[in-house]
């Protein structure tokens, strides 16, 4: 069993429509949990981190489950430039130590 | 301010041959992370540098890799002899203690 699994993807869909991407880890006692970016052949960028209690940049909104192991994004409002690959990340030690990624959700955002 | 650093962007070398690729992180992070992607497969963990010693390196496949940071500042991954398998994209982060991890954009390797 991976220790990230996501959606495998990919996700099409409109402008303006509102995407959800899921992930579950399988360490329970992991300590940080993240979302990254990956534009094609480029390097992955920190989204946003996430917290039990839920966070939200923006169009994003992360929520985390700590009890069913459960990692979520929601991207409202979709514009073309988010068309990439979402990563749930997660670090068993804490902090950006030993990062453990998914194999990520390709979303493609189309007019 | 610079980001990190990797060179080459892209390596083709034969089988059984030597390559050393090298990272250069921001500037003042002591943190030095080094991942690679091999293809269809998700971003995995190889090592992590505090300064010149090396805090983990539970990811490194086998003997035929070295990593080296001398002096607490660039590192290098040599990787003797290649292999067909070693082929994908070797990523370095560098960060800060407590603070985020920013990824260089990564050096392609193919062995062929």
């Known amino acids: 069993r991976k220790e990230v699994e996501q959606d495998p993807g990919p996700f099409n869909v409109p402008e303006g429509a509102t995407v959800a991407f899921n992930c579950t880890y399988s360490?329970?006692?992991?300590?940080?949990f993240f979302w990254y970016r990956q534009d094609c052949r480029k390097e992955p960028k920190l989204l946003m981190s996430?917290?039990?209690s839920g966070n939200e940049d923006g169009r994003f909104t992360a929520q985390l489950n700590r009890a069913s192991q459960y990692i979520s994004l929601l991207i409202r409002d979709s514009k073309l430039s988010d068309s990439a690959t979402y990563l749930c990340?997660?670090?068993?030690?804490?902090?950006?130590?030993?990062?453990?990624f998914g194999a990520g959700t390709r979303l493609a955002v189309h007019p | 301010e610079a980001g990190v650093t990797q060179f080459p962007s892209h390596s083709v070398i034969e089988k059984g041959q030597t390559v050393t690729l090298r990272c250069d992180p921001i500037?003042?992070?002591?943190?030095l992370y080094w991942y690679r992607r091999v293809m269809g497969k998700e971003i995995k963990f190889l090592l992590h540098?505090?300064?010149?010693?090396?805090?983990?390196e539970s990811g490194m496949p086998n003997n035929r890799f070295l990593a080296e940071r001398t002096g607490g500042t660039y590192s290098t991954l040599k990787v003797q002899p290649a292999e067909l398998e070693d082929s994908g994209v070797y990523f370095c982060?560098?960060?800060?203690?407590?603070?985020?991890?920013?990824f260089g954009q990564g050096t392609r390797l193919t062995v062929v």
């Open positions: 982060a560098s960060s800060q203690f407590g603070s985020e991890a920013f």
């Open positions: 360490n329970s006692a992991s300590q940080s």
């Open positions: 996430v917290y039990s």
């Open positions: 990340v997660v670090s068993p030690r804490g902090g950006y130590n030993k990062l453990i």
């Open positions: 500037s003042g992070h002591d943190n």
């Open positions: 540098f505090v300064k010149e010693s090396k805090q983990d």
